[in-house]
C-alpha cells in the first residue's frame, strides 16, 4: 500500500543537503534521529545545526495529524536516502516490533524518471515534496532503473493507539 498524504516543500532541505550533507552519508544514508538504548527515538546532532530539516521535520509533524486523525506526532528514525542509478532495495517484510509501532512515509528529495518505491502489489514514482506512507509490514522495495542517483527522506511516525 502507498499513499499520498501531503505536500510539504522540500527545497530548502534539499539545496543544503547537496551543497552540505550528502557527503556525510554512509553508504547513501544520511541518519537525522536514531534509536537510543531504551528504543526511543532521538535526534542527532546533524538536527542542532541543519535548521531547514529541522524546520522541515517540524512541518511534517504538524501536517501528519491529519494522517492520525488528530492525535500526538511522534516522531521515530528519520534518514535520508539515496538510491544510486541502476540500483534496487531487497524485497523485505519488516516485522519486528518497532515496524509493527510505526508508520513509514517517504517523501522524494531529489526525483529521477524510472524510479519506484513498490509495496505489496503497488508501485509509485514519488513526486517531489509529496509525503507518501508507504506500507512496509508487506513485501516491498525500491528500484532505480535510471542513470542517476534519486534521494528519499524517510520519516517513521509511532502509530496512534486504537
Not at 80 to 87: F, R, Y
Not at 97 to 113: D, G, K, N, S
Request: with cysteine.
Amino acid at each position: 500500500m502507498i499513499r499520498p498524504v501531503v505536500f510539504l516543500d522540500t527545497s530548502a532541505v534539499m539545496a543544503r543537503y547537496v551543497l552540505k550533507y550528502r557527503d556525510q552519508a554512509n553508504n547513501g544514508i544520511l541518519n537525522l534521529r536514531e534509536l537510543d538504548d531504551e528504543g526511543e527515538a532521538q535526534d542527532l546532532p546533524i538536527l542542532k545545526e541543519w535548521r531547514s530539516a529541522k524546520a522541515l521535520l517540524s512541518r511534517f509533524k504538524g501536517t501528519a495529524t491529519e494522517m492520525l486523525k488528530g492525535q500526538p506526532v511522534v516522531l521515530g528514525k528519520v534518514w535520508i536516502e539515496t538510491l544510486p542509478g541502476n540500483h534496487g532495495t531487497p524485497w523485505t517484510i519488516e516485522e519486528d516490533e518497532y515496524a509493527q509501532a510505526h508508520i513509514r512515509t517517504r517523501t522524494c528529495l531529489i526525483p529521477v524518471p524510472q524510479t519506484y518505491t513498490m509495496s505489496g502489489e503497488e508501485k509509485v514514482s514519488i513526486g517531489v515534496g509529496m509525503v507518501n506512507v508507504v506500507e512496509h509490514r508487506i513485501l516491498h522495495c525500491e528500484v532505480n532503473f535510471s542513470a542517476y542517483p534519486r534521494t528519499h527522506l524517510i520519516v517513521d511516525v509511532r502509530r496512534p493507539e486504537e
